[in-house]
C-alpha cells in the first residue's frame, strides 16, 4: 500500500493553496470550483490536496475547531534557505516562530491561512 494523497481542510481553500503554491513552491495540478478542492504536488511525488471539510464525513477545519491538531513539515536541503523562507513568511504576514535548533533539526514553525502549522527546516543528515 502507498499513501496516495494529503488532504488540509481549510475554510479558505483558495487561500491556502495559494500560500502554499507563493510561499513553499508548490506547483498547482488541479483545481475544481472557486474555493472546492486543489490538488497540489511538489515534483517529487507529494500530493497534497486542499478542500473545505466534509461534513457528512464528521469533517472540519482547524479555523472552526479553534485549535491546530497536526501540522505539516518540509526539508530544504541547505540551511540558509530556511532563513530565506522564514522571512519570506514574516513577510507575508503570517503568524512565525523564528528558526532554532530543534529535536535534531534547524526549523521555523508558521501558521498559514487556514490556521494550518507548517514547519519548515533543514537536518544536515538528511
Do not use: C, W
Request: charged content about 20%.
Amino acid at each position: 500500500m502507498r499513501l496516495n494523497h494529503i488532504d488540509l481542510h481549510s475554510p479558505v481553500v483558495a487561500e491556502t493553496a495559494s500560500f502554499l503554491i507563493d510561499h513553499f513552491g508548490l506547483t498547482l495540478v488541479e483545481k475544481r470550483g472557486k474555493d472546492a478542492f486543489y490538488r497540489l504536488t511538489d515534483g517529487s511525488g507529494l500530493v497534497l490536496v486542499v478542500s473545505p471539510p466534509i461534513t457528512a464525513l464528521g469533517g472540519v477545519d482547524q479555523v472552526s475547531l479553534g485549535a491546530q491538531t497536526y501540522h505539516i513539515g518540509f526539508l530544504l536541503p541547505v540551511r540558509a534557505e530556511v532563513d530565506d523562507v522564514y522571512q519570506r513568511a514574516r513577510q507575508a504576514g503570517v503568524q512565525v516562530i523564528p528558526p532554532a535548533d530543534r529535536h535534531g533539526a534547524y526549523v521555523f514553525y508558521a501558521t498559514i491561512p487556514g490556521n494550518i502549522l507548517v514547519e519548515v527546516g533543514h537536518r544536515p543528515d538528511v
